[in-house]
């Protein structure tokens, strides 16, 4: 399985932020340190991956993003086989508290519930989404750090 995402991105006196999602949902409730991820989803058959990348950051949080100067963060394989090719994407003017999450229903636990696909969207720096973030899914963050500092 392959899923693309996106990695929203601005530049603080603290250094390179990123934009991380944490999901929703009953499974996720009391998951926290290595549960947050990139907003991502499953590559169609034939889908260009970058387009996916693009719809699902729309579908998840309500935000379009241009991804015309998109730069490419690679690829990474999560534990349970995932593989994630990332862009990141400058968007400062993202505000976490104007999230508009997807609603999705599911059955949990033998009856059918709603919640929203991410519950919390946060800006982090280089240390917060490695305390965070999904253990396989730092590296996006540091090759974007890689390319915009020129590899210093």
Known sequence: MESAG???YRRTPRGIEILIAH???PFWARRHEGS????KGEV???EDPLTTAAREFFEETGWHLATDDAIPVG???QKAGKRVRAWAVE???LDPSALRAERITVEWRG???TFPEIDEVRWCDRQESARLLNPAQVPFHDR????LDGGR
């Open 6 to 8: 996106l990695v929203p």
């Open 23 to 25: 999901p929703g949902g």
């Open 36 to 39: 947050w991820s990139i907003v």
């Open 44 to 46: 169609e058959p034939g």
């Open 75 to 77: 690829e990474v394989v």
């Open 91 to 93: 968007a400062a003017a």
């Open 111 to 113: 009856r059918w519930i």
């Open 144 to 147: 974007l750090i890689g390319v």
